[in-house]
T-cell receptor, first 117, second 112 residues
Framework: DPKIIQKPKYLVAVTGSEKILICEQY?????MYWYRQSAKKPLEFMFS???????DNQTASSRFQPQSSKKNHLDLQITALKPDDSATYFC????????????????FGPGTRLLVL | GDSVTQKQGQVTLSEDDFLFINCTYS??????LLWYVQYPGQGPQLLLK?????NKGISRGFEATYDKGTTSFHLQKASVQESDSAVYFC???????????FGAGTRLKVIA
């Protein structure tokens, strides 16, 4: 059974619209992340949440808003979509380490491929 | 800031060839270094991980050595198979951090 579920697998949107990308993890992890992968850039960190609190936001645009309704959910709302937002968005999760040197592995979901026309 | 460089965009080999994928990194910390593999239509999967506590990681016939002197973390495999065809990403996470910094990826194609 998949441990990290991302829905939908594919998404086509028109410029200016709003979409929500869903992520659920069943690994019992307390930290969740969003990354973006496009043809122009490698896998790029966007957000991290720990115990449902935002820890880091590396996304310049406020059009991207993570939403965590439950400990194992971290959805990504994208508003005013632009063609440049076309990419594959990956959700990941990990168990926060016990100390700064204990970096636990991040596990990635299968991704949502977004195409903005 | 932290960065990871993979200069080889694509590598094409025949089965049983030796694989070497170059990865160098730049950071002011002592990072954890990782290799992820991504198959078509899937998310990246951890291949191996090395911390400052150990120099070498080995998994599924792949190995990578953490070289602080040359700030390199090259991936090697003695004999590749067609099933190894995938994209390989080198990544680092700085000490006390959780943000993974990925290289551009190297697409490996193995011809039977």
């Amino acid at each position: 059974d998949p441990k990290i579920i991302q829905k939908p697998k594919y998404l086509v949107a028109v410029t200016g619209s709003e979409k929500i990308l869903i992520c659920e993890q069943y690994l019992g992890h307390n930290a969740m992340y969003w990354y973006r992968q496009s043809a122009k850039k490698p896998l790029e960190f966007m957000f991290s949440y720990s115990y449902q609190k935002l820890m880091d936001n590396q996304t310049a645009s406020s059009r991207f808003q993570p939403q965590s309704s439950k400990k194992n959910h971290l959805d990504l709302q994208i508003t005013a979509l632009k063609p440049d937002d076309s990419a594959t968005y990956f959700c990941a999760s990990s168990q926060p380490g016990l100390g700064p040197l204990n970096q636990d592995t991040q596990y990635f979901g299968p991704g949502t491929r977004l195409l903005v026309l | 800031g932290d960065s990871v460089t993979q200069k080889q965009g694509q590598v094409t080999l025949s089965e049983d060839d030796f694989l070497f994928i170059n990865c160098t990194y730049s950071t002011t910390t002592y990072p954890t270094l990782l290799w992820y593999v991504q198959y078509p239509g899937q998310g990246p999967q951890l291949l191996l991980k090395v911390t400052t506590a150990n120099n070498k990681g080995i998994s599924r016939g792949f190995e990578a050595t953490y070289d602080k002197g040359t700030t390199s973390f090259h991936l090697q495999k003695a004999s590749v198979q067609e099933s190894d065809s995938a994209v390989y990403f080198c990544a680092l996470v700085a000490t006390g951090n959780y943000k993974y910094v990925f290289g551009a990826g190297t697409r490996l194609k193995v011809i039977a």
